[in-house]
Nanobody, 119 residues
């Protein structure tokens, strides 16, 4: 499975961005998919995940209520809608795929996309 993330950029605090991650490979739709992020000088941390069916979602406490994850299996794509962005959301965001719970069972990583939130 190969993962290609896009949609990062520079936004002011309070603004919104939508990240996309396109998966390729015939088994891509079998996996849970989601997002992790890594800020400078910090460890990579879990952000959000969605089950292979799209019915179950998981969020880190720091983003719950502001971020929404979804997937379109017809397009093998997962989305992360990020609203009410804060400067502390600044990080490189990585797409991931694996088994449930994704926060502990990542099998595939994509290259990151930079998100910068200015104050």
């Amino acid at each position: 499975v190969q993962l290609q993330a896009s949609g990062g950029g520079l936004v002011q605090a309070g603004g919104s961005l939508r990240l996309s991650c396109a998966a390729s490979g015939r088994t891509a739709s079998w996996y849970d998919m989601g997002w992790f992020r890594q800020a400078p000088g910090k460890e990579r941390e879990f952000v959000s995940a969605v089950s292979w069916s799209g019915r179950n979602t998981d969020y880190a406490d720091t983003v719950a209520g502001r971020f929404t994850i979804s997937r379109d299996n017809a397009k093998n794509t997962v989305y992360l809608q990020m609203n009410s962005l804060k400067p502390e959301d600044t990080a490189v965001y990585y797409c991931a795929a694996g088994d449930s719970p994704l926060r502990r069972r990542v099998h595939y990583w994509g290259k990151g996309t930079q998100v910068t939130v200015s104050s």
